[in-house]
Each structure stands twice: as structure tokens, then as C-alpha cells.
């Protein structure tokens, strides 16, 4: 199969892709100030450029796979505090990664990975929270099929790269 960008796909292609064999990744970094030379999105951009070699490793790596990149939210907790950066609070960063995963969960998706670029401590702690909430909420609506092995959202990110290995499809 291939890559997809979600915002150019219509819903008939979105809802064709095999539930089983698709991953969804999320891209969830801030724009913040890293210094006067560095663009306020370098997290994102880093994110996204994960995410990117991310999708094209397991594409490469599992024939028949699909992968889904969701555009980049640019959200983050515990940033600088400077012109530039837009701050936005911890609860807000988990709230709306537990939206983003529990919508797409709901429409079948089994496997969510949450791409990272930003190394806030807060901000880390809200996208592990909100894995932890998706994965509960698929498993008390889980399918038949469902297993105990199949998590709703893991957290993939450049900061901890090793975190996502067991995770893997």
C-alpha cells in the first residue's frame, strides 16, 4: 500500500483502507522559540519529518500496509516563554490527542502512533496520559477481534525513540 496525507483523502477512501493493516500517525509539537536563529516550528518540522520516516519504514517494511499521516497539531505544554511560542496547557495537549485518538478509533482504527518533537516534560506527560486514555476506552468497547496485546495510541517520539519498539504493528 502507500502513504496518505488524511486532509487530502475524502471519507470513501479513508473508510476503504483495511482496519488491520493501516496505522494512523498524529504529529503533536509546538511552535516555540529555540533561539534567533531557528524557525519557532523546528519541533514540528522535526515531528513531522518522523513521522514521514516513520510512515516509510513501515510501509517498506510490512507489504500491504497503509499509513495515515493526520496533519501536525501544533500544540505544547512546559515551552518557553517567549515571542514566538504559543503555549497552550497540559490538559489541552491530552484532551485533544485523546479526541483525535478516540475519534479514529472509533471508526475502526486499531493502530494510532502519536509522532513527538518536543521534549517538555508536562508536554510528554500529557501524550503518554491521553495513550493511556484511548487504549482504556478501546478496550471496555473493544471488538471480538480486539486482543489484549492491540493498543489504542502509542506515543512515538524522536525524544524516546525506543518508547514505540514493542508497540509496533
Same mark, same amino acid.
Given at each position: 500500500?502507500?502513504?496518505?496525507?488524511?486532509?487530502?483523502?475524502?471519507?470513501?477512501?479513508?473508510?476503504?483502507?483495511?482496519?488491520?493493516?493501516?496505522?494512523?500517525?498524529?504529529?503533536?509539537?509546538?511552535?516555540?522559540?529555540?533561539?534567533?536563529?531557528?524557525?519557532?516550528?523546528?519541533?514540528?518540522?522535526?515531528? $513531522?519529518?518522523?513521522?514521514?520516516?516513520? &510512515?516509510?519504514?513501515?510501509?517498506?517494511? #510490512?507489504?500491504?500496509?497503509?499509513?495515515?499521516?493526520?496533519?501536525?497539531?501544533?500544540?505544547?505544554?512546559?515551552?518557553?516563554?517567549?515571542?514566538?511560542?504559543?503555549?497552550?496547557?497540559?490538559?489541552?495537549?491530552?484532551?485533544?490527542?485523546?479526541?483525535?485518538?478516540?475519534?479514529?478509533? $472509533? &471508526?475502526?482504527? $486499531?493502530?494510532?502512533?502519536?509522532?513527538?518533537?518536543?521534549?517538555?516534560?508536562?508536554?510528554?506527560?500529557?501524550?503518554?496520559?491521553?495513550?493511556?486514555?484511548?487504549?482504556?476506552?478501546?478496550? #471496555?468497547? #473493544?471488538?471480538?477481534?480486539?486482543?489484549?496485546?492491540? #493498543?489504542?495510541?502509542?506515543?512515538?517520539?524522536?525524544?524516546?525513540?525506543?518508547?514505540?519498539?514493542?508497540?509496533?504493528?
Amino acid at each position: 500500500m502507500s502513504v496518505h496525507l488524511l486532509e487530502e483523502m475524502s471519507s470513501p477512501a479513508l473508510d476503504a483502507l483495511p482496519r488491520e493493516r493501516t496505522v494512523i500517525v498524529l504529529t503533536v509539537s509546538p511552535l516555540e522559540e529555540h533561539g534567533p536563529h531557528l524557525p519557532v516550528g523546528v519541533d514540528a518540522f522535526t515531528a $513531522r519529518h518522523f513521522s514521514e520516516a516513520l &510512515a516509510a519504514e513501515l510501509v517498506r517494511n #510490512r507489504p500491504g500496509w497503509a499509513v495515515v499521516l493526520a496533519p501536525t497539531l501544533h500544540l505544547g505544554s512546559f515551552t518557553f516563554d517567549s515571542v514566538g511560542t504559543i503555549r497552550v496547557r497540559q490538559r489541552l495537549v491530552r484532551d485533544v490527542v485523546v479526541d483525535y485518538g478516540d475519534s479514529l478509533a $472509533r &471508526a475502526g482504527f $486499531r493502530y494510532i502512533f502519536v509522532a513527538n518533537g518536543h521534549g517538555g516534560p508536562g508536554h510528554l506527560v500529557a501524550l503518554e496520559e491521553a495513550s493511556a486514555i484511548v487504549s482504556r476506552m478501546r478496550w #471496555r468497547t #473493544r471488538s471480538a477481534n480486539w486482543s489484549s496485546s492491540e #493498543r489504542g495510541l502509542a506515543v512515538v517520539s524522536r525524544m524516546r525513540p525506543s518508547a514505540w519498539a514493542s508497540n509496533t504493528p
